[in-house]
């Protein structure tokens, strides 16, 4: 049995929840607000905020609607992003934005952002809004290096962790703090979260370039397309010979690559050792967070948790 037929209870409890609040009225943007919610995603966040409940003493059933809300801040934030990349799939189904227009897209967003602070224990609001300002900063952050020649890794590091960590930092965090932990255990676990944040970014970009696209959702080297300056491209275009790095700075600048040109980028990230090197950053990451677990007592939601953090860079999606 795998990590998510294992933890099927909580995904049912969890999507139960999102059910229960994403009805009313006009029924097409509850339908629009529902439609990648209830598509097949992961469940990566609420799980980790039910577990976190429970691994330092309450039940994790207790942390199920903060899961929820957690999860519909999650999707707020995805619906705007394709809205911004022009991504017309996400999870192997249309987006939002191109079933139901760009207008009643933002609102969809808008609406499942609101109902997150109207489901979140109350105990969690200020975590929960913390971290959706990050995620603001760290959008803004991704898309104003697109036009950029030159990004560091540290400030790719910055931008992640604004980005998708602090997400995964607020699910445990804010489990924790449901789950009445104390704060040494409220530390430890949203440092947890955080380092599992920014592996979970990691193998993102790494699955964008070596992905069955099927499984994948959409289109295997998007992000090349847009000029992305996710880690692999700056670690390759650190790397490369002159000549090499130069190819991959037009292909990165260039719009509307064909494929032939996806692939040939695809193979400069290969050539220059740049997929292995990220691969081996998020295991870093991992074993990070497996430090941060040792503050916790041993139990069985603290052993999901380090299967969580497995699941993570072992995952082809």
């Known amino acids: 049995m795998d990590l998510m037929e294992k933890l099927a209870k909580e995904r049912r409890l969890v999507n139960l929840e ?116 990050e995620i603001c900063e760290g959008q803004e952050l991704d898309v104003s290096f697109e036009k950029r020649t030159e990004v560091s890794e540290d400030e790719y590091m910055e931008m992640i962790r604004k980005k998708t960590g602090v997400l995964l930092e607020a699910a445990t965090e804010a489990g924790a703090v449901v789950g009445g932990g104390k704060d040494e255990q409220v530390e430890a676990l949203a440092s947890f979260g955080l380092s599992i944040g920014l592996a979970f970014q990691i193998q993102d970009d790494i699955l964008g370039v070596t992905a069955d696209e099927e499984k994948l959702g959409k289109p295997v080297g998007s992000d090349i397309v847009r000029g992305k300056k996710n880690l692999i491209a700056i670690n390759a275009l650190a790397s490369l010979k002159e000549k090499e790095r130069k190819e991959l700075l037009n292909l990165l600048s260039k719009k509307g690559n064909t494929d032939a040109e996806i692939s040939r980028a695809i193979e400069l990230f290969h050539d220059s050792g740049s997929i292995d090197y990220c691969k081996k950053k998020a295991r870093e990451y991992i074993k990070t967070s497996d430090s941060s677990l040792q503050e916790i007592k041993d139990s069985t939601a603290r052993k999901e948790l380090r299967l969580i953090a497995d699941y993570v860079v072992k995952r082809d999606l």
Do not use: N, W
């Open 18 to 133: 999102i059910q229960k609040t994403l009805i009313g009225k006009p029924d097409r943007i509850y339908s629009a607000a529902r439609h990648l919610c209830l598509a097949g995603g992961k469940m990566v966040r609420p799980m980790l905020c039910m577990l976190s409940c429970e691994a330092v003493g309450g039940k994790r059933e207790d942390g199920a609607r903060t899961g929820a809300a957690i999860e519909l801040m999650h999707t707020f934030t995805l619906i705007h992003d394709d809205i911004m990349d022009a991504d017309d799939m996400r999870r192997g189904k249309p987006s939002v934005h191109k079933l139901y227009g760009v207008p009643t897209a933002i609102l969809a967003g808008d609406l499942l952002f609101s109902k997150a602070f109207e489901i979140c224990d109350p105990r969690a609001y200020r975590i929960l809004a913390r971290a959706t300002s």
